[in-house]
């Protein structure tokens, strides 16, 4: 998996999608692997989550919107 990646789903993450310490740095594996993530992300639970951060104060309004403005830059570089 890729080790930014890795960081950035953090271990409840990767148990979810039933990665495991041994897997192989396999290509083929290794998108496998992301496409399971890829279709468990979805617009509206991404939302929700925010919002469960925000009401439970485990993410401030001023976290969101320099998020949300790091998450618009990077939108660029997938155009």
Do not use: C
């Not at 979810?16 to 041994?22: E, F, I, K």
């Not at 993410?59 to 939108?75: D, P």
Request: aromatic letters at 6%; hydrophobic letters at 35%; glycine letters at 6%.
């Amino acid at each position: 998996m890729n080790p930014l990646l890795s960081r950035m789903m953090g271990q409840a993450a990767k148990q979810s999608l039933g990665q495991s310490p041994q897997t192989p740095n396999n290509p083929l594996a290794m998108m496998q692997e992301f496409n399971k993530f890829r279709r468990s992300i979805t617009p509206e639970g991404a939302k929700q989550r925010v919002q469960e951060l925000l009401q439970s104060g485990q993410m401030s309004q001023q976290q969101f919107e320099q998020l949300q403005q790091q998450a618009q830059t990077f939108a660029q570089f997938l155009k």
